[in-house]
């Protein structure tokens, strides 16, 4: 996509040779990764390589052990207001509503209440669950609720989307139907996204370029061009050779690596 190689000159997060133990565990080391403005990156690798880790490092909830994260012009010490995280497991507080968990993040931020409401209702309403406003998350299904996490992290109108395998515990139905919003979503809002994932046909359907780490201690083993044509949600690429191409290089890649 034009807009997103033209925006790779501007850098809103930084990677730099960052390294990551934990007890005797090395669990990266001197990772580098580049992501563009507007640019959707994925990340794949064998279990246990630290893909998380690095998610939840450049978002600021771990420290580095060495090197550093640059997210804007801000290196990174702890969480920051331009980045938002999806988690896998939905993270939700379950005593309350679908309108105040979309409001949460807003109520951290000091939001008056009035502003804070509306802004939640078009979150909610971005995601497709308007009428749900007064349900509680144990009324919902999965897939709602994590409609829900992704309406509370739009809500504050983030620079950087990280998401963390959230498609994970969903079924392949409402899989396909939500990384089809969640491409819409990315267009109109032109953030930053890096998404973690097992799934290498969602990596390919979904990101601009595929960071592929290594074995632990994780390191950035490739980082695959997926050069499929936008707006994927409508142009059936799931069914082209191209597609079936470049999951299969995947593939090849991830096996050398076992």
């Not at 809103?12 to 563009?36: M, N």
């Not at 993040?105 to 502003?115: I, K, N, W």
């Not at 209702?121 to 999965?142: D, M, T």
């Not at 074995?215 to 059936?236: F, I, S």
């Amino acid at each position: 996509m034009a807009a997103v190689s033209a925006a790779r000159a501007a850098v809103p997060i930084a990677v730099e040779r960052v390294s990551k133990r934990f007890g005797a565990v090395q669990a990266l080391v001197d990772i580098e990764l580049r992501v563009g403005a507007g640019e959707f990156v994925g990340v794949i690798g064998p279990s246990g390589c630290g893909k998380t880790t690095l998610l939840k490092m450049i978002a600021g909830l771990l420290p580095v052990d060495a090197g550093r994260i640059v997210v804007g012009d801000r290196v990174v010490t702890g969480p920051g207001r331009e980045c938002s995280v999806v988690f896998q497991d939905f993270a939700l507080l379950p005593w309350a509503t679908v309108q105040k968990n979309v409001e949460f993040g807003l109520l951290l931020r000091g939001v008056p209440a009035a502003e804070r409401a509306q802004t939640a209702r078009r979150a909610i309403a971005k995601v497709g669950l308007s009428g749900f406003e007064g349900a509680y998350p144990s009324q919902l299904s999965g897939g709602m609720q994590q409609r829900v996490g992704l309406a509370r992290a739009l809500a504050v109108t983030p620079r950087v989307l990280l998401m963390d395998e959230p498609f994970a515990s969903i079924d392949e139905q409402t899989r396909r139907l939500f990384q089809d919003d969640l491409l819409r979503l990315w267009s109109e809002e032109r953030m930053t996204v890096v998404l973690v994932t097992h799934s290498m046909e969602e990596a390919i359907y979904l990101a601009d370029r595929v960071a592929v780490l290594s074995p632990r201690p994780g390191r950035v083993h490739e980082v695959l061009d997926v050069p499929l044509p936008r707006p994927r949600e409508t142009a059936e690429v799931r069914g082209t050779a191209d597609f079936a191409r470049l999951v299969d290089g995947l593939w090849k890649i991830l096996r050398k690596l076992q």
